[in-house]
């Protein structure tokens, strides 16, 4: 069945690892029909990190296996026609880091997907990015940003997005063709020109990632810092700034402190982007972000 | 929450961000695990919800079907744009 295309290119970005078919779990309610569809296909699978709707519509999913040794990615699709998921490929193929190499692992219809890490290495039994850091063996290798042509289901390309680290979270500029990553573990904000394909370190944020990025009308980008401040990059000053404020927190029982953003949606009219924890006021006669 | 929610189940609640008014719509309930730890959702062409799972080996996500007065096409437009 054909699934409504858009002209808009996708986004959406993460790591990840593998999954399978569906074994039906519980039913909620009446009216809202829940169905829980466990990795089978990639049994070592123990998180899924990223989920997003693809350009097509259809829901796009990351299999990961962070706590297994050599662990890798396997990106899902949600099929409707079979109620079943579609296990598109092993990442770790795709980007010629296999399993066995010993380290650390993990428009137009075109999906982007980056991965991440925490699996350790094929010989140890957890992961420390420092202890592996300098081990030209262990390490992870870094970032592969890989672009998936959602109407032909192939990889179109693939390059490293951040050398010797993961990509926390990725938000795609259709507009200006840009790609905005934070890495991990040191926490760097990244630019990747997909025109040129080139990548740029424009510097650190701090020590705690925030786990999503996001834009506003005017191509700024928005994250959170360590002490739960709202950090903004504008491409016209090439500035990383942080809000004088800190977003909205419990002072009872909280500091500020890893109040990063877990995730963002729009707003019910589509029309701006409001972060779950802020009220945009943190920039006082900045205008907001939308 | 009332004494009919279990443990480690999930909560999906639908919120008017207006009134901040919400309402439970529907529990993820894991077949033989906790179901309370979702990384992230989306929404699909069709208006239903998915879900993202972290805690169980295999993991695996969580679909929500919109009952049909909630169903719209091409519901994940404008798409999102990160994750």
């Not at chain 1, 409707?80 to 219809?109: C, H, I, N, W």
């Not at chain 1, 680290?165 to 200006?176: N, Q």
């Not at chain 2, 309370?36 to 069709?46: K, L, T």
């Amino acid at each position: 069945m054909p699934h409504s295309r858009m002209r808009r290119r996708d986004f959406v970005g993460s790591a990840l690892a593998g999954l399978a078919g569906p074994a039906a779990a519980a039913a909620a309610s009446a009216d809202y029909a829940v169905k829980f569809y466990p990795f089978t296909q990639h049994p070592d699978s123990d998180t899924c990190w990223s989920l997003s709707a693809g350009p097509d519509g259809r829901i796009y999913a990351a299999a990961c296996a962070e706590s297994v040794p050599g662990g890798i990615v396997k990106p899902v699709r949600y099929n409707e026609q079979r109620d079943d998921l579609d296990y598109l490929f092993d990442l770790a193929e795709k980007v010629e880091d296999p399993a066995d190499s010993g380290r650390a692992t993990m428009s137009d219809g075109v999906l982007y997907m980056a991965t991440h890490l925490s699996g350790p290495p094929i010989d140890l039994p957890s992961y420390s990015p420092w202890y592996s850091w300098h081990d030209p063996k262990r390490c992870f290798r870094g970032a592969a940003l890989l672009a998936f042509d959602t109407r032909k289901d192939q990889v179109l390309w693939w390059d490293t997005l951040i050398p010797k680290e993961g990509c926390r979270c990725l938000l795609h500029d259709e507009d200006r063709r840009l790609l905005y990553a934070l890495s991990y573990p040191r926490d760097h904000f990244m630019i990747y020109d997909l025109r040129t394909r080139r990548r740029r370190d424009v510097g650190r944020i701090g020590s705690i990632n925030g786990q999503t990025l996001f834009l506003d009308r005017k191509h700024r980008v928005f994250t959170t810092n360590d002490y739960g401040h709202l950090v903004r990059y504008t491409p016209e000053t090439d500035r990383l700034e942080i809000s004088p404020g800190a977003l909205p927190h419990n002072p009872a029982y909280q500091t500020g402190w890893h109040s990063v953003f877990y995730d963002v949606a729009p707003a019910p009219d589509r029309a701006s982007r409001s972060p779950a924890m802020a009220n945009c006021t943190s920039w006082p006669r900045a205008g907001g972000m939308r | 929450m009332d004494a009919t929610h279990k443990d480690r189940e999930g909560v999906v609640w639908r919120l008017d961000p207006a009134t901040l008014r919400r309402e439970e719509v529907a529990r993820l309930e894991h077949p033989n695990g906790s179901a309370q730890y979702v990384s992230r959702g989306a929404v699909d062409h069709n208006g239903d919800l998915f879900f993202g799972h972290v805690g169980s080996r295999p993991c695996g996500i969580f679909k929500v079907s919109m009952p049909a007065d909630r169903k719209k096409k091409d519901a994940h437009l404008p798409i999102r744009m990160w994750g």
